[in-house]
Nanobody, 127 residues
């Protein structure tokens, strides 16, 4: 059984940094394309960043480009989301997700493409 466990969230001030981690158990993380999503109160869940199975391709939503970086460490079975220059509008519950499709080459960007989800970690950015 595949499990995803996020950590690293917290309460920070605007301009600060956080690094989220997502540890995959049950399978090796290199078997999956991985994504980070977030959901703010009263809003739809949206993709923040994604990385292909090979790690060679990444995707970022426009509002986080240049501030967030997704990476993967296959040896640690972990995916990271480095978040710099945080803004109050980044406040949300952040979820990691895994896409198990073998043939996928690119980065999946919609929720329906992902098969496994973590429980989420809260990120709160104060102004």
């Amino acid at each position: 059984q595949v499990q995803l466990v996020e950590s690293g969230g917290g309460l920070v001030q605007a301009g600060d940094s956080l690094r989220l981690s997502c540890v995959v158990s049950g399978r090796t993380v290199s078997d999956y394309a991985m994504g980070w999503f977030r959901q703010a109160p009263g809003k739809e869940r949206e993709i923040v960043a994604g990385i292909s199975r090979s790690g060679g391709r990444t995707y970022y939503r426009d509002s986080v480009k240049g501030r967030f970086t997704i990476s993967r460490d296959n040896a640690k079975n972990t995916v990271y989301l480095q978040m710099n220059s945080l803004k109050p509008e980044d406040t949300a519950v952040y979820y990691c997700a895994a896409d198990r499709r073998v043939a996928i080459v690119g980065v999946p960007t919609t929720q329906s493409e992902y098969d496994y989800w973590g429980q989420g970690t809260q990120v709160t950015v104060s102004s």
